[in-house]
């Protein structure tokens, strides 16, 4: 098996569990019975089939080691995360109280953000055990029934990303079209990365993703339609292994990045 079929192996199963990553799905069991009862065209291995406990394990994989631990390879560094001592258990359960509105991916975010913890000694998956024990996990109704799938209230949540046509432009005596690549905050509305280029390609895109990425941080999604520049391997591996869940929609649907075009234009 070469490095490239162990990329193309991982960016496939965090394909499968990219909506338990950022809580796309509604009912997690559901989607995992969803995803077990189908076959599945893997890369290199060809039709599969996979279990719940199966992808529940990538799951964790990649919350504690991230994109190359989804790589399929004999691994020597599993183990059990460190539990909290009862007081900062207390003290982050406090915390959750205070925060119930967020999903538990965000909320981890949030205090290691906000210095309540560290990384070393407050990891995801000690988090959720703990907020799991205690039925903390999931947001509460009254702050998300009024939410729409992809409107968030929370900065770098979501970002949507759209390639517009531009103006045409005189080179060396010849008219050359311009496009205009941009990424626009969903929750803020604010335009974290936009640029115009002389082409459409991959390329292209990933410079203006990563020029936005250095501006504005990282968001949780990204949202794009089904285009081929938005389905490329290096967008996915990119998006895959910096965390960030690639969502496409339908190409052309305006009710689903409409406002990008408006905002920039």
Same mark, same amino acid.
């Given at each position: 098996?070469?490095?490239?079929?162990?990329?193309?192996?991982?960016?496939?199963?965090?394909?499968?569990?990219?909506?338990?990553?950022?809580?796309?799905?509604?009912?997690?069991?559901?989607?995992?019975?969803?995803? !077990?009862?189908?076959?599945?065209?893997?890369?290199?291995?060809?039709?599969?089939?996979?279990?719940?406990?199966?992808?529940?394990?990538?799951?964790?994989?990649?919350?504690?080691?991230?994109?190359?631990?989804?790589?399929?390879?004999?691994?020597?560094?599993?183990?059990?995360?460190?539990?909290?001592?009862?007081?900062?258990?207390?003290?982050?359960?406090?915390?959750?109280?205070?925060?119930?509105?967020?999903?538990?991916?965000?909320?981890?975010?949030?205090?290691?953000?906000?210095?309540?913890?560290?990384?070393?000694?407050?990891?995801?998956?000690?988090?959720?055990?703990?907020?799991?024990?205690?039925?903390?996990?999931?947001?509460?109704?009254?702050?998300?029934?009024?939410?729409?799938?992809?409107?968030?209230?929370?900065?770098?949540?979501?970002?949507?990303?759209?390639?517009?046509?531009?103006?045409?432009?005189?080179?060396?005596?010849?008219? %050359?079209?311009?496009?205009?690549?941009?990424?626009?905050?969903?929750?803020?509305?604010?335009?974290?990365?936009?640029?115009?280029?002389?082409?459409?390609?991959?390329?292209?895109?990933?410079?203006?993703?990563?020029?936005?990425?250095?501006?504005?941080?990282?968001?949780?999604?990204?949202?794009?339609?089904?285009?081929?520049?938005?389905?490329?391997?290096?967008?996915?591996?990119?998006?895959?292994?910096?965390?960030?869940?690639?969502?496409?929609?339908?190409?052309?649907?305006?009710?689903?990045?409409?406002?990008?075009? %408006? !905002?920039?234009?």
């Amino acid at each position: 098996m070469t490095e490239k079929d162990k990329e193309l192996i991982a960016l496939f199963r965090y394909g499968l569990i990219a909506p338990l990553l950022t809580d796309t799905v509604t009912n997690h069991t559901a989607y995992l019975d969803e995803i !077990s009862a189908k076959t599945h065209d893997v890369p290199h291995y060809g039709i599969r089939t996979y279990n719940r406990k199966t992808l529940l394990e990538w799951h964790r994989l990649y919350r504690r080691h991230g994109f190359d631990a989804l790589k399929p390879k004999v691994r020597t560094d599993k183990g059990s995360s460190r539990a909290l001592p009862a007081e900062s258990a207390k003290r982050l359960l406090t915390l959750r109280t205070e925060n119930i509105h967020l999903s538990v991916k965000l909320f981890h975010e949030w205090l290691i953000h906000e210095g309540h913890f560290t990384s070393s000694d407050c990891s995801y998956s000690t988090v959720y055990r703990l907020l799991k024990k205690h039925q903390m996990l999931k947001p509460s109704v009254a702050d998300t029934s009024d939410r729409r799938r992809f409107a968030h209230v929370d900065i770098n949540t979501l970002w949507q990303t759209d390639v517009s046509h531009g103006p045409y432009l005189t080179l060396n005596g010849k008219k %050359r079209k311009t496009y205009l690549i941009a990424f626009i905050d969903d929750a803020s509305r604010r335009i974290t990365g936009a640029q115009f280029m002389l082409a459409e390609k991959n390329e292209d895109l990933l410079h203006v993703l990563k020029s936005a990425l250095l501006t504005c941080g990282k968001p949780t999604m990204l949202y794009a339609d089904n285009g081929k520049i938005f389905r490329s391997h290096q967008l996915n591996t990119s998006c895959a292994t910096l965390g960030i869940a690639l969502v496409n929609t339908r190409p052309y649907d305006p009710k689903s990045k409409g406002y990008v075009k %408006r !905002s920039v234009m």
